[in-house]
Nanobody, 118 residues
Framework: QVQLVESGGGLVQAGGSLRLSCAIS????????MGWYRQAPGKEREFVAA??????EYRDSVRGRFTISKDNAKNTVYLQMNSLKPEDTAIYYC?????????????WGRGTQVTVSS
């Protein structure tokens, strides 16, 4: 079994920054993709960013503002979010366990709320 615990969410003004962390424990394979998704109120969950080995992908609306990274020694994946916009407001979920960087993912965290005020 694999557990994912997100942290780092919060309330920030537009233009500000937040850094999300996702600690992954359990039976882990470094070959698996790790990703971040988000879900805004009344909307479907959407892909944000993912990393597998040296491959990284972002959704177009966050490219250049968000950076995904991972620390294999700590089994932790990060999402540095800069120049935040009100439309980035959502619950952010960490995902693990895909062979394809775009998923589908087998394991999910419970999410962390990110709120960007205008």
């Amino acid at each position: 079994q694999v557990q994912l615990v997100e942290s780092g969410g919060g309330l920030v003004q537009a233009g500000g920054s937040l850094r999300l962390s996702c600690a992954i424990s359990g039976r882990i394979f470094i070959t698996s993709a790790m990703g971040w998704y988000r879900q805004a109120p009344g909307k479907e969950r959407e892909f944000v960013a993912a990393i597998r080995w040296s491959a990284i992908e972002y959704r177009d609306s966050v490219r250049g503002r968000f950076t995904i990274s991972k620390d294999n020694a700590k089994n932790t994946v990060y999402l540095q979010m800069n120049s935040l916009k009100p439309e980035d407001t959502a619950i952010y979920y960490c995902a693990y366990g895909a062979t394809n960087i775009r998923g589908p993912y087998d394991y999910w965290g419970r999410g962390t709320q990110v709120t960007v005020s205008s």
